[in-house]
């Protein structure tokens, strides 16, 4: 491996990481949005930026474009109070308008301008070690590396100061407030380091897959824990695996490295979304078709419990009366058979004692919502652990 | 070029008219059908659609190698819908929200797709020059027979449209309701969604998959402004987008180095601007001036109460009072009494104002009121 | 015997993971005025919302004089939440009321004449006919009540359902539409209303159901409304002096 092509995936790193902290709370304040409508907004900031400074790594550049990124948010929220159109439609109106104009900027004064459009939305991370950051004669390193390593470090910083606030914000708004923390001061500041964070990273990884960064890694942790820290690290391992395996396929395919990002980065999120133990699809269809079950197997019990006269209980009376959908009578009867809660005789079928008690159980805990009256049950229902 | 020389140009250049045309039908179908995305709170899923577009446009090519729009439109359609299909499916099977799994899907399709046509442009045999243009759209690119397709599928879905207008209204308005009528709502919603995938798919070669969902909300939020009548508002919604689409390639056409796909989301854009300012039902403009007028009209009450409260002290209500006793009285003015005198509620006489029957008869209606 | 209007048999819905209606039975006759109560959380719109098919249960069966519900839509009209539509919606309250007369055109056909005739009835029995060109976001929450139910009425159906009819109505129109619910039951329809009030319930109707996740009770009022119930139902122990 030589020099540049170290430093480029520890920028792609850096970035990863820097985006992945801030979009776990977009992606659990539902906000994922957000970030789409930021990373292309932004772009006439920079352009602006540009002009004045000439050159893209300069803080002010920066500063003046992540507010435009905050202004966006806000000239969203006022067309939302205005209630004139819908939320949703609010975003799609104002991103689009500013990034047209950014757009416009860029081709009006291509020859000022060293930007190419097709930089705005991929990047130009292979070029980042050559923009090296000198102080007096000294090579220091990427210029990137330092914007974007600086950039991380305040968003880590704020992330441990703030964490307790963040944390009960993201959950509870009202207590938030309540404890005195102002859910606006804590909005905003996501916000704004969401648009440093996202002006810092759309140098190399463009505007689009800047939203790839931050949302697909917070969105494949979400789907494996509920826990915020375990998300966050989950999140950060998933950029820097996506940074470094993105940057190797890129160098397989000759393509664009922000693109490779992006499709490991949904690769992963794939594997999770189909895999993914408790809420991974494959999980999910297997469980409700169980639950199905079980909650045939519980209607079956209950109708037992409620009927005492033998036309109801007769075995054939499950497939007249009963209307089973999707699951098989057989099923839930073998089941029950199976679980010793119900004896047939003379195609009558009744209740066992065990399978009363469970009935009773499940009743209770359906009616009140409280789970100590089925704590053993769990480990073999499905049902119960919504 | 000048603007001017332009519409001249128009008649008699058969490039310019094709394009012109093309936009303009653009602009009428994506408005159109945009408005039911806003009505139906999806605005964003344009957006995610237009961006999962891109890899079906660049497996198309990698499949045939074919340059022609029509071949990677279809593959733009099938990864969009794709695209749409998995958002449902993802909200629907997961605890992740719509506006995660929106944000997913636009991202890394669209990340896919950058991949893919990096790859294409570093072929040996890549005649790659048209795939750059489903980026910000390049509506010089549109011939002829763009045109007649666009018209075709405007065609099909006006037809559609009014055929089954009165089952997309319901189900807009109360999907539930719907339902217990006995509709398919499943059928109705499938249609819908399909011909907004289509609308996107059919302008990517001209505003490009960056910009393409603007052209579906800006005519649509626009026009509701100005009514209170779907089909009013769809109509509009129409004229709006075609509108924008001819203004846009025009302004892009007459000026050096703008794309057309901006500028046309800008002339929407301004046609959103104006709407939410000036329109005169909803805008923010007359909103003001009614709210100004209502607390003007409210002032001008309170002062008639006060009067009300002293000449009822009198047997005789029209019983001549001094102006200056006013004087105290907040919100009094010179101006308001004589609006109250124009309102015939009190007549003025030098320095003395006395109530007449009418005032004295309103003054009373407010009373009861409260 | 009295006809039964609406029977539901071991009815069980699951939203998700949670069971909400647990092995339902309820007969309810032809011509009452039924109230069905219960708290938050107890399943009382599913319950509608399972008979209406709007959600599919997973196991119980629905019937309506006696057939499934597809094949009686034209006997059943309902009024959802007001909540659960978007009152910006572009369209005039007498627009909303011909809504209610699409069920009996079918697919594609337009309603003409004779349906527009019916709604302008249907606003004039409820009060609105002077707003019937208003935007439907600029009536007050009651008025925007009286038009679901003049849509519903518009249907002319023999069994009513209404999902909240009062909730966020103003006293008058809380009386209009009570008013308007006993004349459709005296006129022999079946009214089956989510109710919130537990006060008015005597005053209002004639029949309840007690729901929560389980039934718990169904009958006429003057037998089965009572503190033994409404405790049973509501679970802490309720005590309210509802005898006036």
Request: proline share 3%; with cysteine.
């Amino acid at each position: 491996m030589s020099t540049p092509q170290i430093e480029i995936q520890l920028i792609a790193a850096v970035v990863a990481v820097a985006c992945a902290i801030p979009g776990v709370f977009l992606v659990l304040r539902k906000m994922a949005l957000i970030s789409d409508a930021i990373s292309h907004s932004i772009l006439p900031g920079i352009v602006l930026g540009f002009f004045l400074t000439h050159d893209l790594n300069s803080p002010w550049l920066i500063l003046l474009a992540a507010v435009t990124g905050v202004i966006t948010v806000v000239l969203v929220e006022f067309i939302q109070k205005t209630g004139l159109v819908k939320e949703d439609t609010a975003i799609g109106l104002v991103f689009p308008a500013l990034f047209s104009i950014g757009v416009l900027m860029i081709s009006r004064n291509a020859s000022d301008v060293h930007m190419d459009v097709d930089a705005v939305l991929l990047g130009e991370l292979a070029f980042a070690p050559f923009d090296r950051l000198l102080v007096s004669g000294m090579d220091l390193g990427p210029k990137s590396l330092w914007v974007m390593g600086i950039i991380l470090l305040i968003t880590l910083g704020l992330l441990w100061a703030f964490f307790k606030e963040l944390k009960v914000s993201t959950f509870d708004a009202g207590l938030s407030a309540a404890l005195g923390f102002s859910p606006v001061v804590l909005h905003y500041g996501l916000m704004s380091v969401s648009s440093i964070t996202v002006v810092g990273a759309f140098d190399a990884v463009g505007a689009i897959l800047v939203v790839a960064l931050m949302i697909a890694p917070a969105a494949t942790a979400y789907l494996l824990t509920h826990d915020l820290k375990k998300m966050l690290w989950l999140s950060v391992i998933f950029g820097i695996s996506a940074a470094i395996g993105g940057y190797w396929l890129a160098h397989l395919l000759d393509a664009s490295i922000a693109g490779s990002i992006t499709a490991v980065l949904g690769f992963i999120f794939l594997l999770v979304y189909w895999f993914a133990p408790n809420k991974g699809i494959i999980a999910v269809l297997y469980r409700k078709r169980q639950q199905r079950i079980e909650v045939s197997l519980l209607t079956f019990l209950l109708h037992l419990n409620n009927h005492q006269e033998e036309s109801e209980r007769h075995i054939n009376h499950l497939n007249e009366h009963i209307n089973w959908q999707k699951v098989r009578s057989e099923a839930v009867v073998k089941l029950a058979l199976e679980n010793n809660m119900i004896t047939v005789e003379d195609q009558l079928v009744s209740l066992t004692d065990k399978g009363k008690e469970f009935t009773d159980l499940a009743l209770e805990y359906i009616l009140t919502n409280k789970d100590e009256h089925i704590e053993h049950l769990k480990k073999d229902f499905f049902l119960f652990r919504g | 070029m000048s603007l001017g020389e332009y519409f001249e140009l128009l008649f008699t250049d058969y490039t310019l008219g094709v394009i012109t045309l093309g936009t303009a039908i653009l602009g009428a179908v994506t408005g159109m059908l945009g408005s039911f995305a806003v009505l139906r709170k999806q605005s964003l899923l344009g957006d995610a659609i237009s961006h999962a577009a891109l890899p079906g446009i660049a497996l198309a090519f990698l499949f045939t190698g074919a340059k022609d729009s029509n071949v990677l439109l279809i593959g733009a359609l099938i990864s969009g819908l794709l695209g749409a299909f998995w958002i449902r499916g993802m909200v629907k099977n997961t605890h992740l929200k719509a506006d995660t799994a929106l944000g997913l899907v636009l991202s890394l399709f669209f990340g896919l797709g950058m991949l893919l046509l990096t790859y294409i442009q570093k072929l040996p045999n890549a005649n790659q020059a048209g795939l750059d243009k489903y980026l910000f759209g390049q509506a010089a690119t549109l011939v002829a027979s763009d045109v007649w397709i666009m018209v075709a599928i405007t065609a099909v879905s006006l037809f559609i449209l009014l055929l089954f207008w009165k089952e997309f209204k319901l189900l807009l308005f109360d999907a539930d309701y719907t339902k217990t009528l006995g509709f398919n709502t499943r059928f109705i919603d499938t249609l819908i969604t399909f011909f907004i995938v289509i609308a996107i798919v059919i302008g990517l070669q001209t505003v490009g998959v960056v910009l393409m969902s603007a052209m579906l909300l800006a005519p649509a939020a626009a026009a509701r402004q100005w009514t209170n009548k779907l089909s009013v508002m769809i109509g509009l919604a129409a004229f709006f987008g075609a509108f924008s689409g001819v203004f846009g390639t025009a302004i892009s056409a007459t000026q050096s180095n703008l794309s057309t796909g901006p500028v046309i989301v800008l002339v929407a854009a301004f046609f959103v601007l104006i709407s939410f300012v000036f329109s005169p039902g909803r805008g923010l403009l007359f909103r003001e001036i009614r709210f100004q007028k209502n607390r003007r009209e409210l002032e001008l009450k309170k002062t008639l109460q006060f009067m009300y409260s002293i000449a009822k002290t009198h047997e005789d209500i029209s019983h001549p009072h001094a102006v200056k006793i006013l004087n105290n009285f907040q919100g009094f003015t010179r101006k308001t009494l004589q609006q109250m005198v124009d309102k015939k509620w009190v007549t003025l006489d030098g320095t003395m104002w006395s109530m007449t029957a009418l005032g004295y008869e309103e003054a009373e209606n407010l009373y009861s009121q409260t | 015997m009295e006809k039964i209007a609406v029977s539901v048999d071991d009815l069980t819905v699951a939203y998700n993971y949670k069971p909400v209606l647990w092995d339902i039975d309820l007969a309810i006759p032809e011509g009452v005025l039924m109230a069905i109560v219960g708290p938050n959380g107890a399943g009382k719109s599913t319950l509608i919302k399972a008979i209406l098919g709007i959600i599919d249960p997973i196991a119980g069966s629905i019937g309506i004089y006696g057939k499934p519900y597809e094949d009686q839509r034209q006997k059943v009209a309902y009024v959802p939440q007001k909540g659960s539509v978007d009152w910006d919606f572009p369209t005039t309250a007498l627009d909303v009321v011909m809504m209610g007369t699409y069920g009996s055109l079918g697919w594609i056909k337009r309603p003409g004449k004779a349906q527009k005739k019916a709604a302008l009835e249907a606003l004039e029995k409820v009060g609105m006919l002077p707003f019937k060109n208003r935007q439907i976001s600029q009536l007050s929450g009651g008025q925007q009540q009286r038009i679901f139910l003049a849509r519903a009425l518009v249907q002319n159906a023999a069994i009513y359902f209404m999902d909240e009819p009062f909730q966020g109505v103003d006293a008058t129109t809380e009386k209009a539409i009570v008013n308007i619910l006993k004349e459709l039951r005296k006129t022999g329809k079946t009214v089956i209303v989510v109710h919130h009030d537990l006060q008015t319930v005597p005053e209002y109707f004639d029949w309840v159901t007690f729901l929560n996740v389980k039934k718990i009770a169904t009958g006429p009022v003057s037998t089965i409304f009572n503190d033994d119930n409404l405790t049973k139902t509501y679970g802490i122990n309720y005590k309210v002096s509802l005898q006036q």
